[in-house]
C-alpha cells in the first residue's frame, strides 16, 4: 500500500466518521433522546448479552474512563443501565441494561441502523486499485 492511498484512505474515514456522528447525533437525539455513545453504550451490552465490567465497555466504546462514566451516569439516571460491584473484586464495577434500557435500544436500533446505512452507501471497497 502506499501512501497516497493510505493518506486518502484515512481522509475518508475521518470524513465517514464525522457525517455519521453528526448524523446519528441528531437521529437518535431527535427520535430517542439518546446519544451516539449513549446508544454505542447499550448496543454493546445487548450484543454481549450480560452484564459488562466498565473497562470491557471502555475497551470497546473507545472512550475514556472518566467519558465513558459520565456517559454512564446519563444512562443510569434514565434508568436504562445499572451498576453494580463485583462480588469478587469490590473495586471492580459492573454494567447491566435494565428492561427499560433493551426497549428503548430496540426502539433505536432501526434508526442507527438506518444512519449508518445511508453513510456507507456510496463505500467502494477500500482495497488498493
Known sequence: MDDEFAVDTWHYVLA????????????????????????????????????????????????????????????????????CACDDDRRGVFVHITDEGRARHAEAAPTHRAVLREIFADTPALTPQ
Do not use: N, T, W, Y
Open 16 to 83: 465517514k466518521h464525522a457525517k455519521g456522528m453528526c448524523a446519528l447525533e441528531r437521529e437518535l437525539g431527535d427520535r430517542h433522546d439518546l446519544g451516539p455513545s449513549e446508544f454505542e453504550v447499550l448496543d454493546r451490552i445487548v450484543r454481549h448479552d450480560r452484564k459488562l465490567r466498565i473497562q470491557e465497555l471502555c475497551d470497546e466504546v473507545h472512550l475514556s474512563q472518566s467519558a465513558l462514566s459520565r456517559v454512564v451516569a446519563r444512562l443510569e439516571k434514565a434508568a436504562l443501565v445499572s451498576r
